[in-house]
């Protein structure tokens, strides 16, 4: 029995901004709360919005079909294997 899994390229590409943007802001935030001087946190603040925002939107426009977090995530190509039976 084949079970179609696809989903459309919209719930790839929310999938993939969703996690990109969690990914890039917790490490900005990271990197800003104990990497950086306190007086440069402004300056880290606007760096790593620029970084988290330019990764969401690379994310974002990239073809699904070509990298999708989903897909990493759950494997496959989506369908399940036809059961061969040898009998």
């Keep these: 029995m084949i079970h179609n899994r696809y989903l459309s ?3 790839h590409r929310l999938c993939n901004v969703v996690v990109g943007l969690l ?3 917790t ?7 104990y990497v950086i001087p306190a ?9 790593g919005g620029v970084v988290t925002l330019s990764v969401t939107l690379g ?3 990239v073809d699904p079909k070509r990298f999708s977090i989903m897909e990493g995530v759950a494997g496959g190509l989506g369908y ?3 059961d061969d039976e040898e009998e």
């Design 9 to 11: 390229e919209r719930t």
């Design 23 to 25: 990914l890039t802001t």
């Design 27 to 33: 490490a900005c935030l990271y990197i800003n709360a």
């Design 39 to 47: 007086r440069f946190q402004m300056l880290g603040l606007i760096v």
């Design 59 to 61: 994310l974002a426009l």
């Design 80 to 82: 399940d294997e036809l």
